[in-house]
């Protein structure tokens, strides 16, 4: 079992920078993939980011570029930072973990992921 817990969100300028972090429980979090989704007001939970177990990570195209995911094993913690945010990036963004093995083009989808966390609201004002 995995317990993750975000933090990190708020209210943010467009243009404005902010870093998610999500800390997991247990002792073999470097095993799991780690995913970032986000969920706007009326609409589906969408792929934002991940990054495997080996560090190799896929952006989703809306935040290709301004966006960076990664990890530190030796605190269970995953980490997204928007850069140059726009206030459609507004949404409540969840971290995943996904098993060992899951493979790349499964994990931009949410229903390939075994954990998540309660998210955190992440406000972005024009």
């Known amino acids: 079992q995995v317990q993750l817990v975000e933090s990190g969100g708020g209210l943010v300028q467009a243009g404005g920078s902010l870093t998610l972090s999500c800390v997991a429980s247990?002792?073999?979090?470097?095993?799991?993939?780690m995913g970032w989704f986000r969920q706007a007001p009326g609409k589906e939970r969408e792929f934002v980011a991940h990054?495997?177990?080996?560090?190799?990570?896929t952006y989703a195209d809306s935040v290709k570029g301004r966006s960076t995911i990664s990890r530190d094993n030796a605190k269970n913690t995953v980490y997204l930072r928007i850069d140059s945010l726009k206030p459609e990036d507004t949404a409540v963004y969840y971290c995943a973990a996904a098993y060992l093995g899951t493979s790349d083009t499964r994990l931009i989808s949410p229903g390939n992921y075994n954990y998540w966390g309660q998210g955190t609201q992440v406000t972005v004002s024009s």
């Open positions: 990054i495997t177990y080996g560090s190799t990570t």
């Open positions: 247990g002792r073999t979090f470097s095993r799991y993939a």
